[in-house]
């Protein structure tokens, strides 16, 4: 009997739950008969499902689910207006963006700035290769002197007050 | 899946409203059944159905109909049951107030002790089920309130038969050890507390 | 609708943003240094501040004494004149008159007393320096070192 209902038992759950083969209904079912203990067993649980659903099927019946549903729909609206974010993107409009009389004067005129820019740029491109220092000097109240050193690595402008004052030369 | 259900899915996946408030009211009442069977609380098991029906209604257009439409918010469900469950505080239990409203046949009005055994039941069955761990609490709920086969638990929690079945096992385990200090296992049947058996002991 | 009256507006004013940004390189800017060192033959002090210069100067003069006067670093911008103050009553005036990749060309005006006594105009490539001194007084010299980065 022992070992009946330990192997019975086992099956009890799915017997119950109506989950159980045809062979295991019938083992269960033959066993129930006469064994009281899993009688019992199946009663408890027949017991817990009744006082677990009860009081969920009085609580479907008592409520009244419209207005659920109105709040639902208000939650609904709510959750579609766009966040901050959402609004800038849509601001920006970038599929709009991409509509030809919209990105085609655009770039005319990006065009047309990159080409009054380039003027300015390009007219910083040209190199001296090897520039003379003084474009030129001229003074009224003295005479000027310049010297530039081998390869132009010393360039110096000199005052005199005199034709008898000499620079300190080295 | 029908055809009218697949046709009302994809209206909601286009943002119909229409047709979510079709399948609300087609299922309204089955999420209510899982959220109430898990909270055990009208307001919080409203508010598990109203955050239910808006997730839906935006996130339906991940369903691609591989599994039914049923089990998809059933999953649902489940999971947002449980979130609500991890994010409340504990509960006090409810006043025996709650009980109102079960019908009892005159013979047992006149039996206070009875009626007064019965509220106490359905407290301690529910304390019972707050002691369970959600996974447990949840199979139960879905078996036993709800009825859905294990294959259909499965899909809804995520998890393997064998894992539905360990799950009812052990949460039927514990219910049945915290309430056989309390009373006879055998007179939990409701049938017993409404009328036979007091009957019969009115006859004694 | 909204939308497309705002849309038009970005762009004009993207557009606008990039003009600005481009011609920024328009108005070209020249670091320059502006060292003023006093030249003698009084002692034999050498001014640790005068640093790469002391070489340069060596190489050129035969003082034996350089000591840093004065040392500021001004931006040319477009050609904006700048005046230093350099001494005893001596300024220069600064202006850039073109900017190269590799050059700037800079006008210098130097005046004694409100008076010009120079008037010259140098190219510079980044890092070079050129020397602008005399007319001797006491037993040296201010020497004005002017220096270009860009």
Redesign the interface.
């Known amino acids: 009997m022992k070992d009946s209902c330990s192997s019975i038992s086992k099956r009890l759950e799915k017997y119950f739950d109506n989950e159980a083969t045809d062979e295991e209904k019938s083992l269960v079912g033959k066993h129930l008969l006469s064994c009281p203990p899993c009688q019992s067993a199946l009663t408890s649980m027949e017991g817990i499902r009744d006082l677990m659903k009860g009081p969920v099927e009085e609580a479907v019946q008592k409520e009244d689910f419209s207005w659920v549903w109105q709040k639902i729909q208000r939650e609904i609206r709510i959750k579609e207006r766009p966040t901050r974010w959402e609004y800038f993107l849509s601001w920006l409009d970038r599929p709009s963006l991409f509509q030809k009389r919209v990105w085609m004067p655009a770039a005319a005129a990006i065009i047309i700035l990159v080409l009054i820019t380039a003027q300015l740029l390009l007219k910083k491109t040209p190199s001296y290769p090897d520039p003379t220092v003084v474009v030129y000097t001229e003074s009224q109240t003295h005479n000027v002197m310049v010297y530039e050193s081998g390869k132009g690595m010393v360039t110096v402008i000199w005052l005199f007050e005199g034709p008898e004052k000499e620079l300190p030369a080295s | 899946m029908s055809h009218e259900e697949a046709e009302l899915i994809s209206q909601c996946q286009k943002g119909d ?1 229409e047709a ?2 079709e399948i ?1 009211d087609q299922y ?2 089955r999420v ?2 899982i959220a ?2 898990m909270v ?1 609380q ?1 307001e919080e ?2 508010d598990i ?2 955050e239910v ?2 997730k839906l ?2 996130s339906i257009r991940n369903f691609k109909g591989k599994s039914k439409f049923y089990t998809y918010l059933y999953r649902m469900t489940v999971n947002t049951a449980i979130d609500h469950t991890r994010r409340r505080e504990k509960i006090p239990p409810l006043s025996l107030d709650e009980g109102k ?1 079960i019908q009892l046949s005159e013979e047992v009005e006149s039996r206070p002790d009875r009626i007064l055994l019965h509220k106490e ?2 407290e301690k ?2 304390e019972a ?1 707050e002691k369970l761990p959600n996974d447990q609490r949840m199979a ?2 879905l ?3 709800e009825g859905l ?2 294959q259909e638990m499965a899909e809804a929690m995520g998890c393997s038969i064998g894992t539905v ?1 360990s799950r ?2 052990y949460g ?1 385990k514990r ?2 050890e915290w ?1 056989k200090d309390y009373v006879e ?6 049938g017993h507390m409404g009328s036979a058996p007091i009957k019969e002991e009115n006859g004694e | 609708m909204r939308r497309r009256t705002l849309s038009p507006t970005l762009i004009f004013i993207l557009i606008l943003l990039l003009f600005l940004f481009s011609t920024s390189f328009a108005f070209a800017q020249v670091q320059t240094r502006v060292r003023v060192v006093y030249a003698s033959n009084v002692g034999a002090i050498i001014d640790p501040l005068l640093g790469d210069l002391h070489n340069q100067l060596r190489s050129v003069f035969s003082f034996t004494s350089y000591r840093l006067l004065g040392d500021v670093s001004i931006i040319l911008i477009g050609n904006n004149p700048i005046e230093v103050f350099v001494h005893r009553g001596r300024s220069i005036e600064l202006a850039l008159v073109e900017k190269h990749r590799d050059m700037a060309e800079m006008k210098i005006m130097m005046r004694m007393k409100e008076v010009p006594i120079l008037n010259t105009q140098v190219r510079l490539s980044s890092g070079k320096t050129v020397f602008i001194g005399g007319p001797l007084y006491e037993e040296g010299a201010a020497i004005i070192a002017l220096s270009a980065n860009f």
């Open positions: 409203q979510l408030k609300f309204h009442k209510y059944r109430y069977g055990r009208r098991a409203l159905v109203q029906f808006i209604f935006r409203g039941l359905k069955v529910k089920m139960l709920v078996r036993g309130v086969s294990y079945m009812l096992h039927r219910i049945q309430l296992l055998s007179d939990l049947r409701a």
